[in-house]
């Protein structure tokens, strides 16, 4: 995994997700989309970029824990 941050944009193609549909999410759960996207994949935002706290297998771990 690259040191590079991604925006929000991408990091939503990083997981596959229609980034629409995050901010739909995350509108419903009274959460800004940074708020939202950081509380979802465990990324953290710096400066309007994310970057990943870990290793790309735990952060796919932690997003499953998260939607169950």
Request: some cysteine; overall charge positive; charged content about 20%.
């Amino acid at each position: 995994m690259t040191n590079m941050g991604l925006s929000q944009r991408q990091l939503c193609e990083y997981f596959g997700w229609d980034y629409r549909t995050i901010a739909q999410e995350a509108k419903a759960k009274k959460l800004s989309t940074h708020e939202y996207v950081q509380q979802k994949t465990g990324w953290i935002l710096r400066r309007e970029v994310y970057y990943p706290p870990f290793n790309h297998s735990e952060a796919v771990e932690s997003n499953h824990s998260f939607n169950n």
